[in-house]
């Protein structure tokens, strides 16, 4: 079997199992940019706040423990233009404020609680993407 579609896999199954445990633990949606939105507001009022920045050092130690402990290469970068990627994250920002979320939030949480906003944002933000590739790539 192709080992990209096992690490694919595997993947996939963590992130569904963090979302599981997320929803069941805090009973909250499981998305990035609210999380570090939220995270740089630091709203004092909320009680338990710190599990967001507990959360963000969790991304960040989790591929580093995984490409340490197990080896695996990390994503060569798609381009080495700076701007392009400075501008392409903007870009995503703001999209994400438009659309009250990120993939995560609305193409994993929502959709698996057929939210038909959130099947509504990931049908945006796919086709966005689509023609994106196609426009970069026509460039």
Do not use: Y
């Amino acid at each position: 079997m192709n080992p990209d579609f096992i690490n694919a896999t595997i993947g996939g199954v963590m992130i569904a199992f963090s979302v599981i445990i997320m929803m069941s633990l805090l009973g909250k949606v499981t998305g990035i940019s609210g999380i570090i939105w939220q995270s740089i507001k630091f709203d004092s009022a909320e009680p338990g706040r710190l599990w967001r920045p507990a959360f963000i050092v969790g991304l960040i130690i989790g591929p580093l423990l995984v490409h340490f402990l197990l080896g695996w290469e990390f994503p060569a970068p798609q381009s080495d233009n700076v701007w392009l990627i400075i501008v392409s994250g903007l870009l995503v920002g703001a999209g994400t404020q438009l659309g009250s979320g990120c993939t995560s939030g609305h193409g994993i949480c929502g959709i698996g609680r057929f939210s038909s906003r959130s099947i509504v944002a990931t049908v945006t933000f796919m086709a966005a993407g689509i023609l994106t590739v196609a426009i970069v790539n026509a460039l």
